[in-house]
Nanobody, 129 residues
Framework: LMCSCRRWGGLVQHGGSLRLSCAAS????????IGWFRQAPGKEREGVIC????????YSADSVKGRFTISSDSAKNMVHLQMNSLKPEDTAVYYC??????????????????????WGKGTLVTVSS
């Protein structure tokens, strides 16, 4: 029961764009919120962006505000991460992860890696300088 990360594009240059997609399977898409996380070499995994089910707020890391957006396609059980104006410091393995709406109602944030129910395998994004 995992999200699978798909990506379009290869190695991207500084200032370029890339779109990642996560296809959910094995669980009821509408019962979960899917967000994005990343882990750079030598660093902890961090929340990138998600849309909270409990309050409708989009949570995003300060470092990606104004550059990354998240969207979902419930008809296809997919969530997309659009990354623009990429920087070398965006280089990381990107993961999609799902947290149930039930957990969110109890206070778990879609931005909190500890509370996630399902994780995708991750995909490496490399931004060259």
């Amino acid at each position: 029961l995992m999200c699978s990360c798909r990506r379009w594009g290869g190695l991207v240059q500084h200032g370029g764009s890339l779109r990642l997609s996560c296809a959910a399977s094995g669980f009821t898409f509408d019962d979960y919120t899917i967000g994005w996380f990343r882990q750079a070499p030598g660093k902890e995994r961090e929340g990138v962006i998600c849309i909270s089910d409990s309050d409708g707020i989009t949570y995003s890391a300060d470092s990606v505000k104004g550059r990354f957006t998240i969207s979902s396609d419930s008809a296809k059980n997919m969530v997309h991460l659009q990354m623009n104006s990429l920087k070398p410091e965006d280089t990381a393995v990107y993961y999609c992860a799902a947290v149930s709406r039930t957990k969110q109602a109890m206070g778990v944030l879609c931005f909190d890696r500890i509370g996630m129910d399902y994780w995708g395998k991750g995909t490496l994004v490399t931004v060259s300088s």
